[in-house]
C-alpha cells in the first residue's frame, strides 16, 4: 500500500503565527471522544482545533518486533513527576498501586492500539439500575441511544470476518463457551478490512493478513482507525489537528470574549520540564476527550476549574477483563 496521508500538523506551525492563538472550539484529544466532537463541530466559518500530545503514525511508523518496541514505550509510575521513556511514546503505561493502564499516546487515540471491536451493548444492559430511566428499555431516550451506536457502527465502518467459523481459534472459544455454558461464540464486528476497500473518506485499505499487530499499530493499512474515518471527515470539514502538545492547564476567562483558556507544553519536551507552561490557547468553546486518564489529570491539575470532590475517586478497568482465582 503507498504511504497514507498526513492530516495533522506539528503544533510548532500553529506557534510560527503570531500571538495571541485563539479558535472558537478547541478540543482536548484526538481518540473516539475527540475525533467525534471535531467530525460534529467542524462547519464552514467555525473554527475548530484538536490538540494531540503524541504524534501521527504514518504506515510503517509502527514497531515490529521487540527490538523496535522499547523506543516507542514509556511508563509513569504513581508518585513520580515525570515518566520513564520517550515523552511522546506510542504505548504509555500508567502504573498505579492496585492497577495498571495502558493508554495510547498518538493521533487517533485508542484506536491505534485497540483490537478493532466495535461490540453493540446488549439489551439487558441498559435494564440495570445505575442507568437513567430515560436509557432504560421503554425509556424516552432509549430509542435516540439505539440510533446514536447505529450511526457510529457506520461511521467506523465495522462488519464481522467473513468465515470467521472456519477459523481453529473461534472453534476453540466457541467449546469453552458452550463448556462453561455461555453459548455458541460469534463473530463481532471489527473495524478492519478483510478484503481491500476504500473507507467513506477515500482511504485506501489493503486486506488483513492476520498478523496480530493490531495492538502495536498496524502497518499493513487493513485495520480502520480514526485517521481512516472521523479524523478525515472532520479534516474535510475544516478541523485543523495539532500534534505534540500537552495540556497542563485549564483557566476560566470570566472577563474575556473567549471563555477558556488552556495552557500546554510542547511534549518533546516535557520529560525535562514536566509543568513548564510553552503556550496557550483561548476558546469560546472546550472539549475535553483526552480519555478517562487524561482528562481527569487536567482537571485536577487546574484549581481555578469548579469540580466534584469526587474527581478522580472511582475507577473501573475494561469490562474485558476476567479475573481469575488463585490457590
Known sequence: MSTDPRWSEPVESLLEGTPPHVCDVLVIGSGYGGSVAAAELAAPGRSVWVM???????????????GQLPGHVRFHRQGEASPVGNADALLDFRLFEQVGVLVANGLGGGSLINAGVALRP?????????WPAAYRPGGAAQGALQDAMSQVLGKLEAQAMPAAGEMPKF???????????????????????????????????????RCGNCFTGCNVGAKGTLLTTLIPAAASRGARFFTGATALEIEPLADRPSRWRVHFALT????????????????QTLVLSAGTLGSTELLLRSAQVARSSRLGQPFSVNGDAIPMALG
Open 268 to 283: 518533546a519536551r516535557t520529560q525535562a520540564q514536566p509543568f513548564v507552561r510553552h503556550f496557550h490557547v483561548d476558546t
Open 52 to 66: 494531540e500530545r503524541g504524534r501521527e503514525y504514518a504506515l510503517g511508523e509502527f514497531p515490529e518486533d521487540i
Open 122 to 130: 446488549s439489551p439487558e444492559l441498559f435494564e440495570q439500575s445505575c
Open 171 to 209: 472453534a476453540a472459544l466457541d467449546r469453552l463457551g458452550k463448556a462453561i455454558g455461555c453459548g455458541p461464540a460469534e463473530a463481532v464486528p471489527l473495524t478492519i478490512a478483510h478484503q481491500p476497500r476504500t473507507t467513506a473518506q477515500g482511504v485506501a485499505q489493503d486486506a488483513c493478513i
